[in-house]
């Protein structure tokens, strides 16, 4: 079991689900990202839906929670989700927990793929599916997202917000800090307007959850950036400070869609920095 600080972490899987090869990767030509990542017969990539959970200090903190399953069948064929692979509420009965255990869900931003399991369709309409949880979402990024823009405007769904404003489960961050002993965020404004990763730390190791900051560990790559990213240019200067950020002090990263690698450590090459030491989170 992974430890940092007085946090047990697990890792949580929600299911597996598809994007373009090239909206993930933007410029980058498909000869290129398919060595990494090879795309289906409509030039899908498959992508995990990883989610992580903190048990400790009297809390169950939950980072992001997949896409749920209010997606119709329509959208759900575009997507191709899969929860053969495995399902938000299966991963956490493995993990021995259940909904009703997690004090706080910490969003790292709205997109449906990232929130939509933290609420389900009720007899009158959506309600949180975390019942004595808070919900932690970035203020900036809250106003964003219910008024978005053409680009994002698919990806932001009312039904994934609306129920935690009306049942009071709430709570708007102001910037980045402490959320938690152990637990900080860091803003980032290049995919999305305020987007939060989160960081575990102790004395000894510190953990991101590098959300969709880095997709993949493929997107280490200075200008791999995807289409999806409203500001592009922010992101290849936000990814090239975190980055050095992290070499620098040792951190290591939790990737959310990468279908392979759960753990990496960043490091310094002659071609750049790039990912080794990947692993399962046990292994931390």
Same mark, same amino acid.
């Given at each position: 079991?992974?430890?940092?600080?007085?946090?047990?972490?697990? !890792?949580?899987?929600?299911?597996?689900?598809?994007?373009?090869?090239?909206?993930?990767?933007?410029?980058?030509?498909?000869?290129?990202?398919?060595?990494?990542?090879?795309?289906?017969?409509?030039?899908?990539?498959? +992508?995990?839906?990883?989610?992580?959970?903190?048990?400790?200090?009297?809390?169950?903190?939950?980072?992001? @929670?997949?896409?749920?399953?209010?997606?119709? %069948?329509?959208? &759900?064929?575009?997507?191709?989700?899969?929860?053969?692979?495995?399902?938000?509420?299966?991963?956490?009965?493995?993990?021995?927990?259940?909904?009703? %255990?997690?004090? %706080?869900?910490?969003?790292?931003?709205?997109?449906?793929?990232?929130?939509?399991?933290?609420? =389900?369709?009720?007899? @009158?309409?959506?309600?949180?599916?975390?019942?004595? &949880?808070?919900?932690?979402?970035?203020?900036?990024?809250? $106003?964003?997202? +219910?008024?978005? @823009? =053409?680009?994002?405007?698919?990806?932001?769904?009312?039904?994934?917000?609306?129920?935690?404003?009306?049942?009071?489960?709430?709570?708007?961050?102001?910037?980045?800090? !402490?959320?938690?002993?152990? /637990?900080?965020?860091?803003?980032?404004?290049?995919?999305? $307007?305020?987007?939060?990763?989160?960081?575990?730390?102790?004395?000894?190791?510190?953990?991101?959850?590098?959300?969709?900051? +880095?997709?993949?560990?493929?997107?280490?790559?200075?200008?791999?950036? &995807?289409?999806?990213?409203?500001?592009?240019?922010?992101? +290849?200067?936000?990814?090239?400070?975190?980055? $050095? %950020?992290?070499?620098?002090?040792?951190?290591?990263?939790?990737?959310?869609?990468?279908?392979?690698?759960?753990?990496?450590?960043? /490091?310094?090459?002659?071609?750049?920095? =790039?990912?080794?030491?990947?692993?399962?989170?046990?292994?931390?």
């Amino acid at each position: 079991m992974a430890r940092i600080g007085s946090y047990e972490l697990h !890792t949580i899987e929600t299911g597996r689900f598809g994007l373009d090869g090239g909206g993930m990767f933007g410029v980058v030509p498909r000869a290129l990202w398919e060595r990494h990542i090879r795309p289906d017969d409509r030039n899908r990539i498959t +992508l995990a839906l990883r989610c992580l959970l903190l048990e400790g200090d009297g809390r169950v903190i939950l980072i992001d @929670n997949g896409i749920g399953a209010k997606l119709n %069948d329509k959208l &759900a064929s575009i997507y191709s989700v899969d929860y053969a692979h495995s399902e938000l509420h299966r991963s956490l009965d493995q993990a021995g927990f259940c909904a009703a %255990d997690v004090t %706080d869900v910490v969003y790292t931003h709205l997109h449906f793929d990232h929130c939509g399991g933290g609420a =389900a369709t009720g007899p @009158n309409g959506p309600v949180p599916v975390f019942e004595n &949880a808070l919900y932690h979402v970035q203020r900036a990024h809250w $106003e964003w997202a +219910l008024h978005p @823009n =053409a680009r994002e405007a698919a990806s932001f769904m009312k039904e994934n917000m609306e129920p935690l404003e009306r049942a009071g489960q709430l709570h708007l961050a102001d910037g980045p800090g !402490t959320l938690f002993p152990g /637990v900080e965020t860091i803003v980032v404004h290049g995919h999305t $307007e305020a987007q939060q990763v989160v960081k575990i730390s102790d004395e000894e190791r510190t953990l991101v959850f590098v959300s969709d900051l +880095l997709p993949t560990a493929a997107h280490l790559r200075r200008a791999w950036i &995807a289409a999806y990213d409203v500001r592009p240019l922010v992101t +290849l200067k936000e990814k090239a400070r975190f980055l $050095e %950020d992290a070499v620098k002090g040792g951190w290591h990263f939790f990737f959310e869609h990468d279908p392979v690698t759960i753990v990496g450590t960043p /490091v310094r090459t002659s071609r750049g920095i =790039a990912v080794a030491e990947e692993r399962p989170l046990e292994e931390l």
